[in-house]
């Protein structure tokens, strides 16, 4: 017993202990900064994000990250990825300024909503039979869809085979949204695993429902 | 001649070897724990089912530099002073420098010449503050080793340097 408090005494000295302190209050404050950064943005079961593109609300328990591009030449676009790590479920937001939607019109040759859609699909396909040669693009349908306000179009695809998990060749599911507002273009892409895209469309419509585009 | 502790003394070329080899071990824990640290933080946070904090990214940003100057970098640069510490004698205050120095240099090369990552704002941050966390903790490593010699030279013991004496 003796020993274990001199062992005790020797390691318990004014270096490690500070050391020690150092590290615990680097953590804390750390975790408080982020503790801090989730309670003055949430809302319920959400957290609300605002910039000078959008107004959004992301479930708080999906990871995200997102991006601003800003050229001169080609304009502003706005970017984001939301994705639920559980259910490989994403969902992908890009607001274009006028400049960067003329840019984008103009560079892939497209004219008008339905030939985005279906550009994004092909080149979502095209990037998928990259790692999977056998995936196979199946039309579901087309709609419309109301979006901050705006009368969005939206198709619904199946790719069969598009990724494989434990040896299992896998379907993806993907949807596409687009509109056009005075010369702007909007996009929301979903897509994930199809066992829980259905059970995932409740986020979608909650998150397009809280969407509030700016620009 | 003995040489005690932090004492000036002529530098000897084991000294260098063992300064070197702290850096080493610096290095190498930072590496090997930076990975692990740097991935497990969003695994935390999902398990705190708050994982929505990353698309706050300037927030999660100064975070996650927290985060790693405490787990990694200070505990990397005590590693390295502890064995620092207890193989060089002579000239430690200047030496404990050393691996910090090592371990940052070190890094600063594996990024640029093997990982190819382009040297950004966020890059550089991460650089200064990883040289401060392992100096930082390679001097309290450097110390922690070396502090029965450094309380026995100052000649009093630590139990009667903390009695309080009530005056009546």
Redesign the interface.
Known sequence: MRLNLRILRSIIIPPVILTLILILVSVLVSLGILYYTQATHLEGDLLRFENQFVEMKLPKNWYGTPMEYNFESSGKTFSAIIFDPSRIVYIGLSIFDETSTETFLNNCKLTDVRSVINYEVNMTYYEIRKNSENATLVFIENGTKMVSGYEAEYSVYKILDGYVENDVPKNISYMMLSYFHNQKLVQIAYWGSEEYFDSSLKEIEIFISNLRVKI | MSIEPFKRGPIERMDLVHTAIGGAICFGITVLVLDIVYNGL?YL??SM?????????E??V??????I???VY??SG?CGGVYTGYNVYANLKMLLVVPAMISTIGYILLMMFVANYPITSEFISMVVLQLVGNT??SF??G??IN??FLTEESGTKPSEKFTLEIKK
């Open positions: 969003p946070l999902y089912n708050m994982a929505g904090v990353t698309f706050f990214t927030n999660y100064i975070a996650r530099a927290f985060f100057f405490g787990l200070l505990t005590f930082i903790g309290l490593g110390y922690a502090w029965k």
